[in-house]
């Protein structure tokens, strides 16, 4: 039973939509395969002005 083949997960392609992006990290030690998450920003952020005084 110890010659048994280790079990691979297959590589899977990276999912991209409209404000996500996943893609799949190296498995580790264990075997364990994590997925990273990346997030784009939903709104464009403008730097703070002072507003004019009266």
């Known amino acids: ?3 048994a083949p280790k079990k691979t997960r297959p590589k899977v392609p990276e999912g991209k939509s409209r ?3 996943t893609r799949q990290k190296p498995a580790n ?3 364990y395969v994590g ?5 784009e920003p939903f709104q464009k952020e403008v ?8």
Not at 35 to 39: H, K, P, V
């Open 47 to 54: 730097p703070y002005s002072t507003p004019k005084k009266p």
């Open 19 to 21: 404000y996500l992006t």
């Open 29 to 31: 030690e264990k075997g």
């Open 35 to 39: 997925y990273e998450t990346i997030w």
């Open 1 to 3: 039973m110890s010659d």
